[in-house]
């Protein structure tokens, strides 16, 4: 049967990218996905604003939702300091498994951690299982509708604390209304959006950041 697409940007990376080179498999995914098939990565543009973000707040623990492919799992882990991690949670166990070894081909393996299962199953656990007191960042990336229960799942198990940023894709491409109603009325956040496009096209989307101002 044919290869799925996450399967041929697999196979980019293996021919166009150099092992432990976290910047070549960027640029591996960017050419195949703006060249050959698009495909729903955050990509090189919102991919400059996230590196930015990342660099801003230099997070000792991030959490990522919705790994798909690993891209933005490598975009941030390349630019973690020694002993920071990021958590990423896929519950589609075929992207999960091209994701381990996208982030493994790029050598950033000991600065990830990848959770194959539910955002909403997993997110109550954090604590208990991974030891994390809060997250310095969340970048959801997940089904859109869920950016907003997660985000209040997130606040009730007490891993969003004062200062921690949330950074949201697609908030404007496919879009996530309730979510953005909700940290932009909220007066527990400072929320910014970065006006950008939606990967490898000319459409508008952009990310919002949130900082949580605690309660
Ligand atoms: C609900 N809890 C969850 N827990 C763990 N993993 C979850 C998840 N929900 C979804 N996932 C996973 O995240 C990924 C889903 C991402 C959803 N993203 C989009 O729909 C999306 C869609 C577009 C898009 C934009 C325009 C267009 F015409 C077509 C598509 C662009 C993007 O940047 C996107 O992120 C998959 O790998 C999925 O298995
Ligand atoms: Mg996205």
Redesign the pocket.
Known sequence: TRTSRPQRILKAVQTKATVGDPQSVITAIDHFCRHREWA????DE?GSILDSVVNEVSPVTVLE?????GYSTVRIARLLPPGACVIT????PD?AAIARQVIKWSGLEDKVQLVE????D?IPWMKEHFGVQAFDLVFL????E?YLP?TKLLEECGLIQKGTVLLA??VI??GTPDYLEYVRNSPHYNSQYYRSH??Y?K?E?GLEKSVFLGY
């Open positions: 729903m990565n955050v990509g919102k939702l919705g790994t798909y492919c949670l896929e519950f589609n992207y299962g539910a955002s909403g997993w990336d997940h089904w859109k869920r997660d894709d697609n491409c496919p939606l990967e096209t459409a989307d």
